[in-house]
């Protein structure tokens, strides 16, 4: 399912220094219940096919979503930014969704792909009244490929809201076995949804072109079905 209208581009100003562009990917069909904030990965940005697909499919389904670059990647760098600087700069794109869009206020959901998503689950982790209702987490980076040992779960805990994890079961960042010991245990607990013979970025082997479509169309089925329960309660 794709939603064919373009998004509307908008700037989002920084504190640090040079803003930073954002994207509002709009509902469609009646009023959206809530809007969803998506942040890139460590190695691609938000005009990503991955990014614009996801957002794409969100809004189709009648959530709004936001993407954003953060500031090393809309200056054209490749290191990513220390933390404190990723962290600022999502609150910011907060602060700014919220001023934009009234579907930001009754329901705001906030997370991303690898890096996006962690540094999601950082900054509600140290901000208890940040008016986020969810995460929703594509691929979470437990640990770098290859060093279980430097786990990036001790934050975990302080976040106190609902989380979904979609995480591929080959992933090198962390398997779901690895993560259900982190997550299962959380309050509220987090709902951990496996991509059966995905990687890092959900590719599974011998799919086809047809058979991948498919399973990232699912996992974005699955993330809106997920946000759309959380939004029934609240």
Request: glycine share 10%; aromatic share 6%.
């Amino acid at each position: 399912m794709t939603h064919s209208n373009s998004p509307d581009a908008f700037t989002v100003a920084l504190e640090s220094g040079q803003p930073v562009t954002a994207l509002h990917y709009s509902a469609a069909g009646p009023a959206s219940g809530g809007t969803y904030i998506l942040a890139h990965g460590a190695g691609a940005g938000q005009q990503h096919p991955f990014m614009t697909a996801c957002a794409r499919a969100v809004a189709a389904r009648g959530i709004d979503a936001v993407t954003f670059n953060f500031p090393y990647t809309e200056h054209g760098r490749k290191l990513p930014d220390r933390a404190p600087v990723l962290e600022a700069c999502y609150a910011a794109v907060i602060r700014a969704t919220r001023q934009r869009l009234a579907s930001a206020h009754r329901c705001l959901f906030i997370g991303g792909k690898s890096m996006g998503g962690r540094m999601a689950t950082q900054l509600a982790a140290s901000d208890q009244a940040l008016p986020v209702a969810g995460l929703v987490l594509l691929g979470y980076p437990l640990h770098p490929p290859g060093n279980p040992a430097k786990r990036r779960d001790a934050h975990l805990p302080a976040v106190k809201r609902p989380m979904l994890v979609i995480q591929g079961s080959r992933d090198t960042f962390g398997t779901p076995d690895e993560l259900r010991p982190v997550f299962e245990p959380l309050t509220p607990a987090a709902t951990i949804h496996v991509i059966d013979g995905g990687d890092h970025s959900f590719k599974v082997a011998r799919a086809g072109a047809d058979g991948q479509a498919a399973i990232d169309d699912a996992l974005r089925q699955t993330a809106v079905e997920w946000m759309t329960t959380i939004m029934r309660t609240v």
